[in-house]
Nanobody
Framework: QVQLVESGGGLVQPGGSLRLSCAAS????????MGWYRQNSGKQRELVAH???????NYADSVKGRFTISRDNAKTTVYLQMNSLKPEDTAVYYC?????????WGQGTQVTVSS
């Protein structure tokens, strides 16, 4: 069982920045593809970005050039640096860990972009 604990959410003004962190509990973290998803009420959860065990990244078109995903295998932590935030980025952000048939989710952290 992998436990994922997100942190770093909060309230930020448009144009501001936040960095989300997701700490994983297992030492085999390095083998997992790690991702960030987000969900607004009434909408489906959508992929924001993911990073493979080899470091290959993929981003949703809506965040390309503004968000950066990274991982620190030694700290078993994945990060999401979010810059130039927009009101439409407001959502609950979830960390995801995926390996073979295993798929784990964190509890989510709220990000609110508002003036």
């Amino acid at each position: 069982q992998v436990q994922l604990v997100e942190s770093g959410g909060g309230l930020v003004q448009p144009g501001g920045s936040l960095r989300l962190s997701c700490a994983a509990s297992r030492s085999i973290f390095s083998a997992y593809t790690m991702g960030w998803y987000r969900q607004n009420s009434g909408k489906q959860r959508e992929l924001v970005a993911h990073i493979t065990s080899g470091g290959t990244t993929n981003y949703a078109d809506s965040v390309k050039g503004r968000f950066t995903i990274s991982r620190d295998n030694a700290k078993t932590t994945v990060y999401l640096q979010m810059n130039s935030l927009k009101p439409e980025d407001t959502a609950v952000y979830y960390c995801n860990a995926r390996f073979s048939s295993f798929n784990y989710w964190g509890q989510g952290t709220q990000v609110t972009v508002s003036s």
